[in-house]
């Protein structure tokens, strides 16, 4: 069974910085890995999309990377701003029998500070 | 903006009632996901319907169903509420299923059960 964990739950940050989010995932066999943004009480927004074969994609000032064979993700958002603050979401579609669902982490809520 | 559509936004019930969420998705996107998103926890995928037939199935009791329609909406119906059924509802629909569909989420409907 798929299951996503991400890393920190929480974490607060001034203006400016440079920060890092992390997925894993313990089976590597998936088509692709998602990061999704959330505001309070709202919908999800899709920010990148990796397919199994690609390494990394690049938005703006997001980049994730994918390390299908370690079951690693991480979301590289540069020079951070307040608009920036929400939870952020990783998901998983696998490769197997299940692959009509996303399997998703708890997600790590990010404030940016003015 | 993802073109996929909830309502109501918020709904209150009370414990034994019944619920009928409903979903609008994006025109020519013939496959329709619900998922159940818990306060502080990501959410979890309930089920997914393609051409009006159920497709995949997540660790949902049988009072949770549905139904997809010709016209591209869809509904979430929930019997015998219990007060864990508090969540946000989360429905996402997508051109075809596997490897290559991608979902796009709607807003969601919160749904309180007292």
């Known amino acids: 069974k798929q299951e996503v964990t991400q890393i920190p739950a929480a974490l607060s940050v001034p203006e400016g910085e440079n920060l890092v989010l992390n997925c894993s995932f313990t089976?590597?066999?998936?088509?692709?890995l998602q990061w999704f943004r959330q505001d309070p009480g709202k919908g999800l927004t899709s920010l990148l999309l990796i397919q199994s074969s690609q390494r990394e994609q690049t938005s703006g000032r997001l980049n994730a990377s994918l390390d299908k064979s370690s079951g690693r993700s991480t979301l590289y958002i540069a020079a951070s701003q307040p608009g920036d603050s929400a939870t952020y979401l990783c998901?998983?579609?696998?490769?197997?029998?299940?692959?009509?669902?996303?399997?998703f982490g708890k997600g790590t809520l990010l404030t940016v500070n003015p | 903006e993802t073109g996929v559509t909830q309502s109501p936004t918020h709904l209150i019930k009370t414990r034994g009632q019944q619920v009928t969420l409903r979903c609008s998705s994006q025109?020519?996107?013939?496959?329709v996901s619900w998922y159940q998103q818990a306060l502080g926890q990501g959410p979890q995928f309930i089920f997914q319907y393609y051409r009006e037939e159920e497709n995949g199935r997540g660790n949902f009791p049988p009072r949770f169903s549905g139904l997809q329609f010709p016209n591209y909406s869809s509904e979430l119906n929930v019997n015998a509420l219990e007060l864990d059924d508090s969540a946000l509802y989360l429905c996402?629909?997508?051109?075809?299923?596997?490897?290559?569909?991608?979902?796009?989420f709607g807003p969601g409907t919160r749904l309180l059960v007292l």
């Open positions: 998901a998983v579609k696998d490769s197997g029998g299940s692959n009509y669902k996303l399997t």
């Open positions: 089976d590597s066999a998936i088509y692709n």
């Open positions: 025109s020519g996107h013939n496959t």
């Open positions: 996402a629909s997508s051109s075809g299923t596997g490897a290559w569909e991608t979902q796009y």
